[in-house]
């Protein structure tokens, strides 16, 4: 093995093991979160942040233009079952036509799991929805984690890294991935925004969610680094 492979692997393997740190550190801060919200801890970041997305003499009435309540409500569907579900099917399907089907396997099969995990998950911890104000959206399930900011990181960043291994220019992936990053991170916002759930049932979300998604790129690069190509 030339010198330049070598360097090359070498470089591979160090992205491998800080990715596996990072999702083990994910994993840990999730199961930390989880079970202080099993438990009913309410944090006091948490009531700070949430209040401080509302007027202090009109709890009803969240900070900004009534067009930012529309925009909260219009990007906390992008992380919502409908959407995401449609984005999905459309991109697992543009995979296989592409032939492309390990992608499309890893691709479907990750966000599947994900939402059984995410479904099993709330009715496991079972925190109940914030209290301290109205909600702006409707809710039905319970409060940890949050599935938008839990699902949003799994369909978007996963999809954006199988079509940034895809692209040659460093800026095409940087663009790709950090697209998917900010969506993920507005949809988050929107939710404690909205007052439908606690910050820290996004940021357990994220966490998650960030963690599945990274876990099902390695497994796409590890795989079939070939055909991400293709």
């Known amino acids: 093995m030339s010198a330049d492979l070598k360097a090359a692997a070498g470089h591979i ?40 997305f509302r007027a202090p003499d009109h709890l009803d009435t969240p900070i900004g233009p009534r067009w930012v309540r529309e925009a909260a409500r219009d990007v906390t569907a992008l992380g919502g079952f409908t959407v995401l579900t449609l984005i999905s099917v459309c991109a697992t399907s543009m995979l296989l036509v592409h032939r492309r089907r390990l992608q499309a396997a890893v691709f479907a099969g990750t966000v599947i799991a994900a939402q059984i995990a995410a479904t099993l998950l709330k009715q496991t911890v079972d925190r109940a929805r914030p209290d301290l104000v109205p909600h702006l959206d409707l809710v039905y399930s319970a409060s940890f984690p949050s599935g938008h ?20 220019p460093r800026a095409a992936k940087v663009l790709l991935l950090g697209g998917a990053g900010l969506v993920v991170v507005a949809v988050g916002i929107s939710r404690v925004y909205l007052g439908v759930h606690w910050p820290t049932d996004v940021l357990g979300g994220w966490a998650l969610g960030s963690a599945i998604a990274l876990a099902a790129a390695i497994v796409l690069v590890r795989a079939a680094p070939r055909s991400l190509e293709a």
Request: hydrophobic residues 70%; negative net charge; without cysteine.
């Open 13 to 52: 393997e160090a992205r491998m093991l800080l990715a596996f740190l990072a999702i083990v550190l994910a994993v840990l801060g999730f199961a930390a979160l989880a079970a202080e919200a099993r438990e009913g801890d309410i944090f006091r970041i948490d009531r700070i942040l949430l209040l401080a």
């Open 149 to 168: 900011a839990m699902m949003a990181p799994v369909v978007y960043l996963t999809l954006a890294a199988v079509l940034a291994a895809g692209e040659r």
